[in-house]
């Protein structure tokens, strides 16, 4: 095989050319070098590299491992033994990781490579990766628009074929919304299903990691790995793991799929709608039974999770000090002016709005009428689907509302960047598990066509359900193969008023 081809293939076609030793993992990592080269600075998908260091390891590892020399790309939330990791933040940017986070460490026993990390907003608050404090990343379907966040840098590397694989975190949709928008497919786990020690974390009973890849089998792969217990996370629940990759090929008679009225909401783009709606067609088609369910507390599911979500931030950020960790104001005056100095200066201005915002929630006279009643409402959320897994095996809708949007359009209002969740958030606030894939193409009025996502939902731990689900749809339709089209014509930064 051409080395310059190499960097289109799965995980599961590399894997499978390493094992016969018909290429070697240097020769990926040199052509995925070559690949991120050429394609790179229109992407803008990392914030640092490490080939030397990725070499060190693919010479020592094993290539019959299930992983064994498949290079991995690593949201900068992730500890990496060594490598920055910086969040996208100006507080941690000199930080360097001190071990491996249990997945990277689990990546590693299973002979895959990390060898860079990945853009993303600022500590994985936002959903377009423009909170970033170092760069824009940019959607390889359409270099003007965003590639969705807060997981975009991995999100955009795997569509531009510059990795194979990536790891995200998914607090509520950072992994499905930017696979969705990016064209890939993107796996929230359940909440305790994949050890968090070693991330930085957000909002502690939200946040989850989990894999963006080529293919439906390449997540069952990855989750393979990275899915299980962990002494050193006590959230992580004590349950096997199963063989997800050996278990996709069940067939889809009987199956039992609820489409929750709610999801079909006004709002919704109607290119987004009729792809799901042609998805939908197709699972009936493939025997799957279509149900009408109901979730009737979607509606309240985004002031819940924001409000939920800055409590739990604004006390995990508290630790960022300037005592310990990287950023420190120059010449305090006294100790508040220090801690102040720090964070004035470290922190990004959707960072300081949720800190703000999550002190607020929890202060005394407030904690009640917000936080408590946030929490009540999640139960409510989590009832819903309680009840509506009674009924079905999966659920499912779009992953967003809109395709991918231009930079710049909804960076300065909030509401809008927040109303993107609108489909995903709630699966973080019950602690199910989730997966977005490839369903069709929205073509906008200049002929650019850009990815639809389809959401499945599943109950908690039953990723294997899910996942078969969506392999069934990718293996009798075509959309997984598309590839954006990045070849084409001469490479011009589009010009925008958007200032960084
Ligand atoms: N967009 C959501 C937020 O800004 C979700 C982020 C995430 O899942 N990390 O909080």
């Excluded at 393979?224 to 090929?249: K, R, W």
Aim: aromatic share 8%; hydrophobic share 40%; proline share 6%.
């Amino acid at each position: 095989m051409n080395a310059a081809d190499l960097p289109a293939l799965n995980i599961a076609e590399l894997q499978l050319l390493l094992r016969r030793r018909e290429i070697s993992p240097r020769e990926v990592l040199e052509a995925l070098q070559s690949r991120i080269a050429e394609v790179e600075p229109r992407i803008e998908a990392y914030l640092s590299i490490d080939f030397d260091d990725a070499v060190k390891h693919a010479e020592r590892t094993d290539v019959s491992l299930p992983l064994g020399g498949v290079p991995i790309a690593i949201k900068d939330i992730i500890s990496v033994a060594g490598q920055p990791c910086t969040c996208a933040s100006k507080i941690l940017r000199n930080y360097r990781a001190l071990y491996d986070a249990t997945i990277i460490r689990k990546l590693r026993a299973a002979g895959a490579i990390p060898f860079g990390k990945t853009n993303m907003d600022e500590f994985a608050m936002g959903a377009s990766t423009e909170n970033s404090s170092v760069k824009f990343t940019r959607n390889p379907w359409d270099i003007s628009r965003v590639p969705g966040g807060s997981s975009g840098g991995s999100a955009a590397a795997v569509a531009a074929d510059t990795a194979f694989g990536a790891l995200g975190t998914d607090t509520g949709g950072s992994i499905r919304q930017p696979a969705a928008l990016s064209g890939v497919v993107g796996v929230k786990p359940s909440y305790g299903r994949v050890s968090r020690f070693g991330l930085v974390a957000f909002a502690s009973s939200l946040d989850q990691a989990g894999p963006l890849t080529k293919t439906v089998r390449d997540a069952a792969m990855v989750m393979n790995a990275i899915a299980g217990a962990d002494p050193q996370d006590s959230t992580c629940l004590n349950e096997a793991v199963p063989d997800y990759a050996a278990d996709l090929g069940r067939d889809l008679r009987g199956i039992r799929l609820g489409l929750p009225k709610e999801y079909l909401i006004e709002g919704i783009d109607p290119r987004v709608r009729a792809a799901i709606d042609q998805a939908v067609a197709h699972y009936d088609s493939l025997g799957a039974e279509i149900i009408d369910v109901s979730l009737p507390h979607t509606e309240y599911a985004i002031a819940s999770y924001y409000m939920i979500a800055s409590a739990e931030a604004s006390a995990n950020l508290a630790r960022f000090d300037g005592m310990r960790y990287g950023h420190r104001a120059e010449n305090p005056r006294n100790l508040f002016d220090h801690y102040g100095r720090t964070r004035e200066e470290g922190f990004g201005p959707e960072v300081k709005r949720r800190i703000i915002l999550g002190t607020y929630v929890l202060s005394s006279g407030y904690y009640e009428a917000y936080y408590a009643r946030a929490q009540k409402v999640r139960t409510l959320i989590r009832r819903d689907f309680a009840e509506a897994f009674a009924n079905v095996d999966a659920l499912i809708s779009p992953t967003s509302p809109v395709p991918a949007f231009p930079l710049g359009e909804r960076s300065a209002d909030p509401l809008q960047m927040y109303l993107a969740d609108v489909f995903t958030n709630a699966a973080n606030l019950a602690g199910i598990c989730g997966i977005s894939l490839p369903c069709g193409f929205a073509t906008m009025e200049n002929g650019t066509q850009l990815p639809v996502g389809l959401q499945l939902l599943g109950k908690a731990m039953d990723e294997t359900r899910i996942l078969q689900i969506a392999h069934a749809y990718e293996q009798s339709t075509e959309w997984h193969r598309r590839r954006p089209p990045l070849e084409t014509g001469n490479f011009q930064r589009p010009t925008s008023n958007v200032q960084h």
